[in-house]
T-cell receptor
Framework: AQSVTQLGSHVSVSEGALVLLRCNYS??????LFWYVQYPNQGLQLLLK??????LVKGINGFEAEFKKSETSFHLTKPSAHMSDAAEYFC???????????FGQGTTLQVKP | DGGITQSPKYLFRKEGQNVTLSCEQN?????MYWYRQDPGQGLRLIYY???????QKGDIAEGYSVSREKKESFPLTVTSAQKNPTAFYLC????????????FGPGTRLTVL
């Protein structure tokens, strides 16, 4: 069965510093992978997704993620954090047998001035 | 503008009462979903529907019911059988359902007093 693990429930960075949010997945088939962002009391917004093709995926707001099959990882990065990046981030994988999304537990990103 | 609407934003109910949460989409998507979000637990799938007049249980369907009489509407009823209904509820839709990007509504925060 597919699963997603996000390492670190809380990550704190200084404004202008590198953002790295970790996501590892398990899947018996080539996965579809997603990163979503959620601002307080709002729904989720898609940041980026990997289906096939180029393993480095660029998303909105300067975020990108790299699919590494050998490491079963899909870590999210941004070179320079902005205060507006403070939010909760979710990694998700598609369950091959049902097509449903399976979400990680989420990582709260705090950006310090 | 196309999108997903959920109403109301905040909902208060007394214990033992059934309550129905509304979800409407004008994206012409076939598939719709309901998730429950609790702090530190990510998103858990309650019910999903891939076509009108058909729906399937997700991971935590007990105490909930849904209907899909129209393509654009997927209401969720939280029944008195749900032991801990206080949570943030998110509705989502996708074009077909198997691995497609899901678009989320703004959510409804239900508090049972």
């Amino acid at each position: 069965a597919q699963s997603v693990t996000q390492l670190g429930s809380h990550v704190s960075v200084s404004e202008g510093a590198l953002v790295l949010l970790r996501c590892n997945y398990s899947s018996s088939v080539p996965p579809y992978l997603f990163w979503y962002v959620q601002y307080p009391n709002q729904g989720l917004q898609l940041l980026l997704k990997y289906t096939t093709g180029a393993t480095l995926v660029k998303g909105i707001n300067g975020f990108e993620a790299e699919f590494k099959k050998s490491e079963t990882s899909f870590h999210l990065t941004k070179p320079s954090a902005h205060m507006s990046d403070a939010a909760e981030y979710f990694c998700a994988v598609v369950a091959s047998n049902t097509g449903k999304l399976i979400f990680g537990q989420g990582t709260t990103l705090q950006v310090k001035p | 503008d196309g999108g997903i609407t959920q109403s109301p934003k905040y909902l208060f109910r007394k214990e033992g009462q059934n309550v129905t949460l509304s979800c409407e989409q004008n994206l012409n998507h076939d598939a719709m979903y309901w998730y429950r979000q609790d702090p530190g637990q990510g998103l858990r799938l309650i019910y999903y529907s891939q076509i009108v007049n058909d729906f399937q249980k997700g991971d935590i369907a007990e105490g909930y019911s849904v209907s899909r009489e129209k393509k654009e509407s997927f209401p969720l009823t939280v029944t008195s059988a749900q032991k801990n209904p206080t949570a943030f509820y998110l509705c989502a839709s996708s074009i077909r359902g198997r691995g497609d990007e899901q678009f989320f509504g703004p959510g409804t925060r239900l508090t049972v007093l």
